[in-house]
């Protein structure tokens, strides 16, 4: 996914097996950067709990380290990214 992406124009931070704040870092550094578009692609596991979805780093501890959907669209939307 990582070539084809680049391959297409896109500056990509591939992050493997991310731990939560992996994850949070990669997340906050997509929302820096100014662009009129992005893409966040996440192929890992993921739950929903009362209507929202989160996803799950490696080795999480359930109770207190998922990331939430909304973080990644906030920052999106922070970037300037519709």
Do not use: C
């Not at 994850?23 to 997509?30: K, S």
């Not at 662009?35 to 993921?46: D, E």
């Amino acid at each position: 996914m990582k070539t084809v992406l680049e391959g297409l124009g896109f500056q990509v931070e591939l992050i493997l097996n991310g731990s939560l704040r992996q994850m949070r870092q990669g997340v906050r550094n997509l929302g820096q950067k100014s662009s009129s578009y992005g893409f966040f692609y996440y192929s890992g596991h993921g739950l929903q709990y009362r209507g929202d979805t989160y996803l799950v780093p490696v080795n999480a501890d359930l109770g207190s380290e998922a990331h939430h959907v909304q973080q990644v669209l906030d920052q999106l939307e922070e970037g300037g990214t519709s």
